[in-house]
């Protein structure tokens, strides 16, 4: 057992912050969270202490949507609009993945800076490769990073080098959850990569798969216009692009869907009944013109919204970064509508990368008791005037002016990984 001491914030909702000034935590031998509070109770006092002194601790960040093959592109075709940037740089580069040295190297570097900047638990796409996504989830758990992982499906509308027959999909898709079994803190989610790139007999075979095996299921939804509207193109039997997913029972609770960013509100309205997830990616919907989400008329409505880097279309790896980007998109939405209500504040955004992705993976937010710790230590001390700000004050400033440079320590699954 051991304690570890702090300036601790835990995001209880949106709207409500819970602040521990010089409080502590304590963990048992495996890392679970056994008491959190102002004070050290006596039976604790004489346990293993860890002190940061006037530090922040935060709970750790949880990335909704990323593509780990996209990760050597980050910065790339940043002119370029959805379509034309998935062929010109995504596709070929996806396609290296083949090689398993090269996955190996450029997911070892990604998973080393997902923990470095702070992000203990993912929801990931792979490329279409098996053996390439278990080599990602080999690199993820070697260094504490936690969640689901998926091999893409693609078997129409990609390139000669990276497109699957339909039969190769479901083949690969079911050595891919057999193989996955030996991971301890990853697991298997159902991919496929969007509308476009599947046939409607891989869509209704994932479907099957996905609830035989009792699996989880990420995609993309409403991201581009012109995505829509050839999504209506393939799709002309249907009204909307969500239809397309549960045509095949792909939508359903907890399928997490990125973007949304020209969802109607018929499409809001069926994934608030069926409790799907949107992934709001700020970062990418701006850097490839895509568009805004208008995220506080997501919450309004009763939708569970997440955030998400979307490298390599987003630009970051960096959930703090992503958070301001969050609230910046935000008051965009805002200088168009006239309403400040639609701004998010800063809280708001630290509950939707922490506590809201949080969820996905416990059922709990915060730093549940008797849950293995998830958490990071930001050293802020060195920013003007810290003394006079209250912790929460503290922890808005944190988001705009620090880096993974002030993150001194990550905590996943209860050990301590940085």
């Given at each position: 057992m051991k304690v570890i001491k702090g300036n601790i914030i835990e995001a209880q909702s949106l709207n409500t912050l819970k602040t521990y000034k010089n409080g502590y935590l304590v963990l048992d031998e495996e890392g679970k969270l056994i008491c959190l509070s102002q004070t050290l109770d006596k039976e604790y006092q004489n346990l293993p202490l860890t002190d940061y002194g006037d530090a922040l601790?935060?709970?750790?960040?949880?990335?909704?949507?990323?593509?780990?093959?996209?990760?050597?592109?980050?910065?790339?075709?940043?002119d370029l609009e959805l379509i034309?940037?998935?062929?010109?740089?995504?596709?070929?580069t996806e396609a290296k993945c083949k090689d398993l040295n090269y996955a190996r190297n450029i997911y070892s570097h990604l998973a080393k800076e997902l923990i470095n900047k702070g992000t203990t638990r993912v929801c990931m796409?792979?490329?279409?490769?098996?053996?390439?996504?278990?080599?990602?989830?080999?690199?993820?758990?070697?260094?504490?990073?936690?969640?689901?992982?998926?091999?893409?499906?693609?078997?129409?509308n990609g390139s000669s080098e990276l497109e699957e027959t339909t039969k190769e999909s479901i083949t690969e898709t079911l050595r891919f959850?057999?193989?996955a079994?030996?991971?301890?803190?990853?697991?298997?989610?159902?991919?496929?990569?969007?509308?476009?790139?599947?046939?409607?007999?891989?869509m209704e075979n994932l479907g099957k798969i996905a609830n035989s095996y009792n699996l989880l299921v990420q995609s993309h939804l409403s991201e581009n216009?012109?995505?829509?509207?050839?999504?209506?193109?393939?799709?002309?039997?249907?009204?909307?692009?969500?239809?397309?997913?549960?045509?095949?029972?792909l939508w359903k609770e907890k399928t997490l869907m990125a973007h949304c960013v020209y969802s109607s509100d018929s499409e809001i309205k069926a994934m608030k009944e069926a409790k799907v997830v949107a992934v709001h990616c700020p970062d990418s919907n701006i850097n490839i013109c895509s568009g805004t989400a208008p995220i506080r008329h997501f919450l309004n409505e009763g939708v569970w919204v997440t955030l998400g880097s979307d490298i390599a279309g987003g630009s970051t790896l960096s959930m703090l970064k992503v958070m301001t980007l969050a609230i910046r998109a935000s008051k965009n939405i805002a200088i168009t509508t006239k309403d400040k209500s639609d701004v998010l504040t800063a809280e708001e955004a630290y509950y939707l990368a922490t506590s809201s992705g949080e969820r996905y993976f416990n059922d709990k937010v915060g730093f549940p008791l008797n849950e293995k710790l998830h958490a990071i230590v930001l050293d802020d001390t060195a920013l003007v005037e810290t003394e006079r700000l209250t912790l929460s004050q503290r922890l808005e400033r944190a988001l705009y002016r620090t880096n993974e440079n002030n993150i001194i320590a990550v905590y996943s699954e209860g050990r301590k990984v940085k």
């Open positions: 601790i935060l709970q750790s960040f949880c990335d909704m949507h990323l593509h780990a093959p996209q990760y050597p592109n980050i910065g790339l075709g940043m034309d940037w998935l062929n010109t740089y995504t596709f070929p796409f792979s490329s279409l490769h098996t053996d390439a996504t278990l080599v990602l989830m080999e690199e993820l758990e070697k260094e504490g990073v936690t969640g689901y992982v998926g091999k893409v499906n693609m078997d129409r959850i057999k193989e079994e030996r991971f301890k803190t990853l697991k298997p989610i159902i991919t496929p990569r969007f509308t476009p790139s599947c046939t409607n007999s891989l216009l012109k995505e829509i509207e050839w999504v209506k193109e393939l799709h002309p039997d249907l009204d909307e692009y969500w239809q397309s997913y549960a045509k095949y029972n």
